[in-house]
Nanobody, 119 residues
Framework: QVQLVESGGGLVQSGGSLRLSCAAS????????????LGWYRQAPGKQRELVAG???????NYADSVKGRFTISRDAAKNTVYLQMNSLKSEDTAVYYC?????????WGQGTQVTVSS
């Protein structure tokens, strides 16, 4: 069973940076595998889960308007990991962040990592 594990969350002051990691137990990000999509989502208390950023097998990326220019998603297939670099953090970025991998009938979620931005 493939597992995703997020890490890198924590408490940071407004304007600070964090890098989240989504590590897979097997290499599901290698280029030979096509058609996958890895999304970073977040859920703040009392709010719906929302897509923050995503990356496809071909390398294309997408971002929510609220994080464009501040967050960057990237992958390191050799390390079986997708990263979310978060800069210029704001209090409204406070949430639990999850990664989600989808390919064909596979739909995997990690357990989440808490990001708290203090103002």
């Amino acid at each position: 069973q493939v597992q995703l594990v997020e890490s890198g969350g924590g408490l940071v002051q407004s304007g600070g940076s964090l890098r989240l990691s989504c590590a897979a137990s097997v290499n599901i990000f290698r280029r030979i595998l096509t058609g996958w999509y890895l999304g970073w989502y977040r859920q703040a208390p009392g709010k719906q889960r929302e897509l923050v950023a995503g990356i496809r097998d071909v390398g294309s990326t997408n971002y929510a308007d609220s994080v464009k220019g501040r967050f960057t998603i990237s992958r390191d297939a050799a390390k079986n990991t997708v990263y979310l670099q978060m800069n210029s953090l704001k209090s409204e970025d406070t949430a639990v962040y999850y990664c989600n991998y989808r390919r064909l009938s596979v739909d995997l979620w990690g357990q989440g990592t808490q990001v708290t931005v203090s103002s």
